[in-house]
């Protein structure tokens, strides 16, 4: 059996010391290699044997959009201005919730504009990694196409290395125009792209990206939709929702038939790389750089956060859509459940009836929805 040691570099899960622990060393690097060999796989039978992708692969073609003209880039955005108004609609400082005490700690000083530049650096630092996993998106979409072994799979990822591309080039040029700065790559969201990246195995790029990772990435946006005031960033989100969806339904339509067919000890592999990749994306959000960044006690502020059950709740609800689709891979209840178990100690088990993506993408195209009302006005 292997341990958390070896599948997390720690014993318990919630060892704040070795969470801190894990640091980018070079932060001012422009590129970052990693070694990765898998096999390029040519496939010559060119028959469309599996409908759900085929439906898929004709969705994408028309939900394409352009991030040039598809967004109102000329929408002013005051970042502090849009900061207050955060505040005012999700709470009273804009990120700790009333359950912390903050009394005898740093931020029981701050006056406004410490919990204004918080929110900023916070976006900074948000929309920072967005656009890092984004680019982790689109390397891996691009190695799918390599490596998977049939025509329909090919053909669907193809699309999404488009998407990719859009997706690291908006997030690149909302940072870049409209916010204030960008933050380094998290070493946490780092560790866990090498690891993707570095595997072999067709599969796991699959399992790591496009269920654990977009999966993630499905939900966080959807939350950043609710809680933003500013109107680009919800028009951006919305049209990257849109393709996210079938990013991550493509990873269930796909593993689904494949994972049917592993041994027990196959299946178990990818149950520990499900629950690594939940562990090292849940800490990353707790924004260890942004402290840093502000001057605080990074290690006094991480407890505070964990110590916040409201923020416990959101978190969690990150996985809303990991959970499910897992189920659906059939991931949960293999090996005598240890992968329900796992996340049953990380507090995200209750997800696991609600819908999986494979299901429910054509629900979320905005794009179509945008596209369809335009003709409709116009005819």
């Not at 894990?22 to 932060?27: E, Q, R």
């Not at 530049?117 to 916070?122: A, D, N």
């Not at 499900?274 to 750089?289: S, T």
Request: aromatic share 10%; glycine share 6%.
């Amino acid at each position: 059996m292997t341990s958390n040691m070896e599948m997390i570099g720690r014993d318990e899960i919630n060892d704040l010391e070795a969470i801190l622990s894990i640091t980018n060393t070079d932060v001012d690097a422009v590129s970052h290699a990693v070694n990765a060999n898998p096999d390029a796989i040519f496939t010559w039978d060119y028959s469309r044997s599996r409908p759900a992708l085929v439906k898929l692969y004709e969705k994408a073609k028309t939900s394409q959009w352009n991030a040039t003209t598809d967004l109102p880039w000329d929408t002013d955005v005051d970042q502090e201005k849009v900061v207050l108004a955060n505040m005012m609609q999700n709470g009273e400082n804009g990120f700790f919730s009333g359950d912390v005490d903050l009394s005898g700690t740093p931020f029981a000083k701050w006056g406004d504009k410490e919990w204004i530049e918080l929110g900023v650096q916070s976006q900074n630092w948000t929309l920072s990694q967005f656009l890092h996993g984004e680019q982790g998106a689109l390397i891996c979409t691009a190695r799918i196409v390599e490596t998977v072994p049939w025509i329909d799979a090919k053909y669907y990822a193809s699309t999404q290395v488009m998407d990719e591309a859009r997706h690291v080039e908006v997030f690149a040029k909302y940072l870049d125009d409209k916010l204030s700065g960008h933050y380094p790559i998290n070493a946490h969201l780092r560790l866990l792209l090498d690891d993707i990246i570095g595997d072999s195995r067709w599969d796991m790029t699959y399992l790591g990206m496009q269920i654990m990772v977009e999966g993630l990435a499905l939900a966080a946006f959807g939350f950043m939709h609710q809680m933003t005031t500013e109107p680009l960033l919800k028009q951006l989100l919305r049209y990257v929702m849109s393709d996210e969806a079938r990013h991550v339904a493509f990873g269930v339509l796909s593993l689904k038939e494949y994972y049917d067919e592993l041994s027990a000890a196959e299946v178990r592999e990818r149950q520990e790389f499900a629950f690594e990749a939940a562990v090292r994306m849940r800490d990353r959000f707790l924004q260890q750089e942004v402290w840093d960044r502000m001057g605080v006690d990074v290690k006094e502020a991480t407890k505070l956060v964990m110590l916040d059950e409201t923020r416990k709740i959101f978190q969690s609800m990150l996985f809303s859509k990991i959970v499910p689709n897992c189920k659906k891979l059939g991931l949960l209840d293999a090996a005598d459940g240890w992968l329900r178990q796992r996340f049953t100690e990380l507090g995200v088990i209750q997800f696991e009836d609600w819908t999986d993506t494979g299901e429910e993408y054509s629900a979320l195209d905005e794009v179509a929805k945008d596209r369809a009302s335009q003709a409709a006005a116009g005819a």
